[in-house]
T-cell receptor, first 112, second 111 residues
Framework: NAGVTQTPKFQVLKTGQSMTLQCAQD?????MYWYRQDPGMGLRLIYY???????DKGEVPNGYNVSRLNKREFSLRLESAAPSQTSVYFC???????????FGPGTRLTVL | QKEVEQNSGPLSVPEGAIASLNCTYS??????FFWYRQYSGKSPELIMS????GDKEDGRFTAQLNKASQYVSLLIRDSQPSDSATYLC???????????FGSGTQLTVLP
């Protein structure tokens, strides 16, 4: 099992460009999450999906959109990137026990 | 006030010593508590979970929970240089599916 995978690993964008971060899990988990991590700020929840077909806003959703394409995949889209969105983005998933949250390797995004 | 607070550190301890990491939370309805370890440039990984008051031990790690004081801690006994990482405290409120994370404590174990 690959667990949680994310693409790309690194990305540099110019202000105003758009991009989609991809996330997939092969653990048959219902719930998936997108976080951003900035120095000294810990992990902040952007959006989550409790199950296929549902999405909900987290703590910092502005400037982002998400799509739960199917049970495996949960993508994060930046429509018009801003320098404030420079961060490390982590995708995570959790099973029905709500115990262990598994994280992907992260995407390091720089917006110039 | 942040919902989950941790001392940002950095915390340095000598090899073989006990490292003590602390976390306080503001929501009294919080039910589940987690400690994640994150090595530099890597993703967080779960090392301990605790749900009821008292101590929970797993190898060199002990999690302590005091719901009355809204306090959860992680003790690492016989600290090793390989324990050098950032430790993130996370809290789940009730049956919510999302976690709230603290900002993390950076631990350095000196050889």
């Amino acid at each position: 099992n690959a667990g949680v995978t994310q693409t790309p690993k690194f990305q540099v964008l110019k202000t105003g460009q758009s991009m989609t971060l991809q996330c997939a899990q092969d653990m048959n988990h219902n719930s998936m999450y997108w976080y951003r991590q900035d120095p000294g700020m810990g992990l902040r929840l952007i959006y989550y999906s409790a199950s296929e077909g549902t999405t909900d806003k987290g703590e910092v959703p502005n400037g982002y959109n998400v799509s739960r394409l199917n049970k495996r995949e949960f993508s994060l889209r930046l429509e018009s990137a801003a320098p404030s969105q420079t961060s490390v983005y982590f995708c995570a998933s959790i099973g029905t026990s709500l115990d262990t949250q598994y994280f992907g390797p992260g995407t390091r995004l720089t917006v110039l | 006030q942040k919902e989950v607070e941790q001392n940002s550190g950095p915390l340095s301890v000598p090899e073989g010593a006990i490292a003590s990491l602390n976390c306080t939370y503001s929501d009294r309805v919080s039910q589940s508590f987690f400690w994640y370890r994150q090595y530099s440039g890597k993703s967080p990984e779960l090392i301990m979970s605790i749900y009821s008051n008292g101590d929970k031990e797993d190898g060199r790690f002990t999690a302590q929970l005091n719901k009355a004081s809204q306090y959860v801690s992680l003790l690492i006994r016989d600290s090793q240089p390989s324990d050098s990482a950032t430790y993130l405290c996370a809290v789940r409120v009730g049956s919510a599916r999302q976690l709230t994370f603290g900002s993390g404590t950076q631990l350095t174990v000196l050889p």
